[in-house]
């Protein structure tokens, strides 16, 4: 009987951790299989390629974390990437700075963001419906600006932002990393981050506590509508041109399942930062590994599909606990 | 989710003598906001197509509103689905696929007759369902996620029978199943008629059976539907079908039309216009309410207004977006305020 019910004990303890941990499972079973069957893997350029292609990926899933955190969900991030580029293409074909034209980039994301919050906060209208609203009038938007047409832009900063190292880190990869610390330490260590939590987990109480859960919801939502601009800028730079029908598309979904994918639970109330920015590196290592592999496109979209439900599967909450 | 809940409206009887005619005007306001917020779709349809009619000559053309009509159908019965799927308290964000894959199914079987074609096609969107709705109600996981996964894994599934995307099968030779598309029954195409039948079962389905009992009372409140006894996972599991045979019939219905020769792309973002097609018809994302009469005049309003940029105003495609977009808003924002005024009070 003992040894039954430790038996017993043990399985849950292993179901408890591949729950938390599953992520990183399944990025290290991902690792090892690229250092078994990809030639050439283990190398710094491998690793230097995925850091300089998963920074985007990361800086939007952050933002994202932190609204699915509330129990809502942005769907407009990958429109607003198109505004920033588009903003940041019409300020330096008009011969800003480039610093001025980032700046403005930003600005333009931050402001969607902000008028996202007040749609959900004060309107209250569902986070889905008034993020789908900015997807599709927010890329309208971007292709009014630029007229509808790719621009290139030949800017020197975009080279070092596109090559830029510091001890052999791309200098995209140092900016996501220190993004992440920072959302990190927001949600772990200020106040805000605590309401952030509160409003996620029932916001009707939250209001009954007396917290200001619209302030709380619209800042949140101008953090991820500001991180998306951010990616979007860098978007821009590594494509050398703003290409708004282009930039940012379906970045929505990979965002979210990188969210997912990490452990963040789709009701809010919870958020996990590392395991976020775990799960858009698995994502990105993945479509590598598919495309290194020669798998056609289409063997690749179904091998996602079945990833994200054995994801989300693994870390379901336990029965008991509902 | 943490949905304010609208029964804690209080009731309707006046309280004391002095302020019967007061709470009377209240609950007439609140009747009237009500009945704006539930029917507004039709109401902004009707007011949109006078207006339409009045200030843009060509907008009111019998060839202009037919076609109107018949590039509505096949959003409108994917949004029919969606409508059972939403008021069930999910969402299916798979049907944009399931779209593709059976107009390109019915496609690849029409040389093998049209029965064969329209046969295998509804059974594979069917499939694309009924796996999901398994997911979704025996594994509990959460729709969103599980229909993005299919989303994606379904147009990968397209992309692989059309050797990725290279190949456009097409309908050689005159096909019977043909005139589901082309044909027309007093001067409407046939899309039109079927779509008007699709909604005509659904909303029978919905308000008269037992089914469409359950589906609303599974999307109000699921736990107590668990304790009524009601089965919760077989209508959670039986909606993602519905959704499924809708978006494959829209797809048949393409195929049919246009003879074949999609893109493997075709059906890219449709979810997206279905559920603002539920959302503007009045449907609460949160489950448990929503009309099929709504979701009707929400595509038909989403389609009026596109065909009124196009023919009034003579915009570019991307202000169109804007204006789709900027659209969808104002409206969703409007229902959200009247339903508050209607129902409880603000927290």
Not at chain 1, 41 to 61: E, G, H, K, N, Y
Not at chain 1, 187 to 216: C, D, E, Q, W
Not at chain 2, 52 to 75: E, Q, T, W
Request: hydrophobic share 55%.
């Amino acid at each position: 009987m003992t040894t039954l019910a430790a038996n017993l004990r043990d399985r849950t303890a292993i179901a408890a951790w591949t729950r938390e941990h599953g992520v990183y499972l399944a990025l290290l079973v991902l690792v090892v299989f690229n250092a078994i069957a990809t030639p050439n893997f283990l190398t710094v350029d491998t690793v230097q390629l995925l850091f300089s292609q998963v920074p985007p990926v990361i800086i939007v899933s952050l933002g994202m974390a932190l609204v699915i955190g509330t129990g809502g969900v942005d769907l407009s991030v990958g429109s607003i990437m198109a505004i920033a580029s588009a903003v940041l293409a019409k300020f330096v074909t008009g011969g800003s700075p480039i610093g001025v034209a980032m700046l403005a980039a930003v600005a333009a994301g931050l402001l969607v963001g902000v008028f996202n919050g007040l749609v959900v906060a004060i309107a209250r209208v569902q986070p889905i419906v008034a993020t789908l609203g900015v997807l599709v009038a927010g890329r309208g938007i971007a292709l009014v600006i630029t007229g509808g047409a790719l621009v290139e832009l030949f800017v020197p900063v975009f080279k070092d932002i596109r090559l830029g190292k510091f001890l052999g880190i791309p200098y995209v990869m140092i900016v996501a990393a220190l993004l992440a610390v920072a959302v990190s330490f927001l949600v772990r260590r200020t106040a805000f981050g605590y309401r952030l939590l509160a409003v996620g987990g029932n916001r009707r109480a939250s209001v009954l506590a007396g917290l200001p859960v619209r302030r709380t919801l619209v800042v949140v939502y101008a953090i991820s509508g500001t991180l998306a601009a951010v990616a979007g800028v860098i978007a821009t730079a590594r494509l050398r041109a703003s290409d708004p029908s282009y930039i940012g598309l379906l970045m929505e979904l990979t965002a979210i399942t990188a969210v997912v994918v990490g452990g963040t639970s789709l009701t809010g109330g919870r958020v996990r930062i590392l395991g976020t920015v775990t799960g858009a590196i698995l994502i990105q290592l993945l479509e590598t590994t598919l495309v290194s592999h020669n798998a056609p496109d289409s063997v690749a979209r179904m091998v996602e599909a079945l990833i994200i439900i054995a994801a989300v599967y693994i870390q379901r909450p336990a029965r008991s606990s509902r | 989710m943490t949905a304010p809940a609208p029964a804690t409206k209080q009731p309707p009887v006046a309280v004391a003598a002095d302020h019967g005619g007061r709470e009377a005007a209240r609950a007439r306001a609140r009747a009237l906001t009500s009945l704006i917020s539930r029917n507004g779709a039709v109401a902004v349809l009707v007011l949109v197509v006078l207006l339409g009619a009045l200030l843009v000559p060509s907008f009111g053309k019998p060839d202009n509103l037919r076609n109107v009509a018949l590039a509505a159908s096949f959003i409108g019965i994917i949004a029919a689905g969606m409508t059972f799927v939403i008021i069930c308290g999910g969402i299916d964000l798979s049907v944009g696929s399931t779209y593709a894959l059976a107009t390109i199914i019915s496609a690849m079987y029409a040389p093998r007759g049209s029965f064969i074609a329209v046969g295998y096609a509804l059974l594979a969107a069917g499939l694309v369902g009924l796996i999901q709705g398994l997911i979704i109600a025996r594994l509990r996981l959460p729709a969103f996620i599980v229909t993005l996964a299919g989303l994606t894994g379904v147009r990968g599934l397209v992309y692989y029978i059309t050797n990725e995307g290279n190949d456009h099968p097409q309908i050689e030779g005159f096909r019977a199943f043909e005139t589901l598309g082309t044909g027309s029954l007093a001067t409407i195409g046939t899309p039109v008629w079927i779509m008007l039948v699709v909604f005509a079962i659904g909303w029978w389905v919905l308000n008269r059976t037992p089914f469409g009992q359950s589906v609303q009372a599974v999307g109000g409140n699921q736990g107590a539907a668990e304790l009524m006894g009601l089965p919760v996972k077989r209508t959670q599991t039986i909606v993602y079908v519905v959704s499924g045979l809708c978006a494959g019939l829209s797809g048949i219905l393409t195929t049919a039309l246009s003879g074949g020769g999609q893109e493997a792309r075709i059906g890219d973002a449709y979810e997206l216009s279905a559920i603002a097609a539920v959302v503007i018809g009045g449907t609460l994302l949160s489950g448990g309410v929503g009309s099929m009469v709504g979701t009707l005049a929400g595509v038909l309003l989403l389609f009026v207004i596109q065909n009124l940029i196009v023919q009034g105003a003579n915009l570019n495609s991307y202000v169109q977006q804007v204006v789709s977009g900027g659209f969808l808003l104002v409206v969703v924002i409007l229902q959200a305020v009247l339903s508050r005024r209607a129902g409880t009070a603000d927290t």
